[in-house]
């Protein structure tokens, strides 16, 4: 692929990890429960494990590098995939959760085709 193509994928998946922490944060707010939070704190870091992978990438100049990063992105498109069927379990607001496991999903959807 062609590397403005992929990064035009990566901008992507960034906006769309970063619209889903909004809404888990938003998710957060809304509860008191001790065990929710905890959830909903370790599928944030989750995503943002995935998120700061996506911006070290596009930082990458050297075209090697920066297939090679986007071929390990496009394997580990299985972590948002998770993430979207586990948020369901975790947020009680289910149009919330909707809007959550979207964006995860166009995220999953764009990583795939690196």
């Given amino acids: 692929m062609k590397q403005v193509t992929a990064r035009q994928h990566l901008n992507d998946i960034v906006a769309n990890i970063r619209a889903a922490e909004v809404l888990i944060v938003q998710a957060s707010r809304e509860t008191s429960d001790v065990v929710t939070l905890i959830q909903l704190n370790t599928e944030y870091l989750a995503l943002d494990s995935y998120l700061s992978q996506v911006l070290h990438t596009l930082a990458l100049l050297d075209d090697a590098l920066f297939q090679t990063a986007t071929d390990a992105l496009k394997q580990q498109s299985a972590v948002l995939q998770q993430e979207e069927e586990d948020i369901g379990l975790t947020v009680r607001n289910l149009?919330?959760?909707?809007?959550?496991?979207?964006y995860l999903a166009q995220a999953a959807q764009t990583a795939e085709r690196l």
């Fill in 95 to 102: 149009d919330l959760a909707s809007e959550i496991a979207g």
